[in-house]
């Protein structure tokens, strides 16, 4: 994986996106509780979610609560370091997790920015929502030129 930054330096990488069904901030530690509760009840839904397939996460078995904070931590230094950025998606009005974005640079063409997203599946009904907003977010808002972000 890149070390290079997604973006310029000069750069204002957005704190929020707003929407009327959720809203996205940067995924943090304060999420943990909320964010395990919210995939590991929705593994078969997330990995049959456009992007998803093959990729093997979620893991079929979940993982403990400390192993999924170590991974929170790890995107947020990520989003510190600008070389990915990591949104929980939040109920309008409170702090549940209900789904998260990820943009990262491509496995395979690290000039291409990867996009991927998910819901819970009790949630489903906000994935191609979830989709457009983010795309058109990306597409006014971001310097990024080649994004990929599988289609709803």
């Known amino acids: 994986m890149t070390t290079d930054p997604l973006v310029p330096a000069d750069f204002t990488v957005p704190r929020e996106l707003l929407a009327p069904e ?76 209900i789904g998260c974005v990820y943009m990262y640079p491509d496995r395979e063409d690290p000039s291409v920015v990867s996009v991927s997203s998910w819901v819970r599946a009790d949630r489903a009904e906000l994935d ?10 990306l597409a006014e808002h971001w310097p990024l030129r080649d994004v990929r972000y599988a289609e709803r």
Do not use: K
């Not at 093997?56 to 170590?70: C, I, Q, S, V, Y």
């Open 22 to 97: 959720f809203r996205l901030e940067p995924l943090g530690e304060q999420h943990n509780d909320s964010d395990h509760a919210a995939w590991t009840g929705s593994i078969d839904h997330i990995r049959a979610t456009p992007g998803w397939a093959g990729r093997g996460w979620p893991p079929a078995g979940g993982m403990p609560l400390d192993r999924n904070l170590d991974d929170l931590r790890r995107h947020a230094a990520d989003f510190e370091a600008r070389t990915g950025f990591t949104y929980t998606v939040l109920e309008p009005d409170r702090d549940e997790v």
């Open 128 to 137: 191609a929502p979830l989709y457009r907003a983010v795309s058109g977010w």
